[in-house]
């Protein structure tokens, strides 16, 4: 039995003449990690930003848990359990970690100075708690921003190119995050340029192109199919598509 948890039907945005989702339709199920794969400029942005408020969509809906929250703000909906990251990440630079964290409003049910405390040691930021957002390193300010949305008591969060400009070491505990969030049952969606963390974390990947949503499947087989190698290469040949 299936247990969808986010859908959208037959999406679209438009700025004047370039259609930039072009009637997407897609389904995430409960507990899934979903990746969103696709050249720059294809839409993915656009797609969390229409799905979480931050756009109103031309045409299509948006279905969250049961409930079609096409065209709330993003504050109701991050209430009703759905969440985003930003790509280019802004905390507040002259505010520390910790007031960063609590800067935000939060659900009724959550205790904002235990879930503080509890996620700056979940994502072992505990350390820097005190620091300005500032002075802290780039991944040290993408992990805040997903410490950010974890103050929200998310059920699904959207995360826009999470290790984007990510140490290794750091994308290593970011998907690690993560990975953990999810088996305690958090569903995930993830943009993500970097097809080795695509292959590692995602459980199925979806495509976009030029706006439209092409295929969606296992990594392996999307790898494989035909327009996702036009999507990438320009044209459909044997080389490993570079993605
Ligand atoms: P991606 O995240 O896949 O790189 P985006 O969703 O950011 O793609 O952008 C899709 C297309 O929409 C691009 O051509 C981009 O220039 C355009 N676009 C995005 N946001 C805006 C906006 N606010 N105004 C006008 N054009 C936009
Ligand atoms: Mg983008």
Redesign the pocket.
């Known amino acids: 039995m299936t247990d969808t948890i986010l859908r959208t039907d037959g999406l679209t945005k438009r700025?004047?003449a370039?259609t930039?989702n072009d009637g997407i339709s897609l389904s995430v199920e409960r507990g899934e990690i979903r990746g969103i794969i696709?050249?720059?400029?294809?839409?993915?942005?656009?797609?969390f930003n229409c799905v979480t408020g931050f756009l109103d969509p031309d045409e299509g809906s948006v279905e969250f848990d049961g409930t079609d929250v096409t065209g709330w703000d993003p504050h109701r909906i991050a209430r009703r359990g759905m969440v985003r990251t930003f790509?280019i990440v802004s905390p507040f630079k002259n505010m520390t970690v910790r007031q960063n964290l609590l800067a935000g409003r939060v659900p009724d049910r959550v205790d904002k100075q235990a879930r503080v405390d509890e996620i700056l040691e979940f994502l072992d930021i505990d350390h820097i708690a005190e620091n300005d957002a500032g002075e802290i390193s780039g991944g040290q300010q993408k992990l805040l921003e997903l410490g950010r949305v974890l103050m929200l008591d998310p059920d699904c969060v959207l995360l826009d190119e999470p290790t984007a400009g990510v140490n290794p070491a750091l994308e290593k505990r970011v998907l690690e995050h993560v990975r953990q969030l999810n088996d305690d049952g958090m569903t995930f969606v993830v943009?993500e340029h970097d097809m080795s963390v695509m292959r590692e974390v995602a459980d199925s990947v979806s495509v976009?192109d030029r706006?439209e949503y092409i295929a969606e499947g296992p990594f392996d087989e999307i790898q494989r199919d035909e327009r996702v190698r036009k999507a990438y290469l320009g044209s459909a040949s044997d080389e490993e598509v570079p993605i």
């Open positions: 700025f004047g370039l930039a696709g050249p720059n400029g294809s839409g993915k942005t656009t797609f790509q943009v976009f706006g």
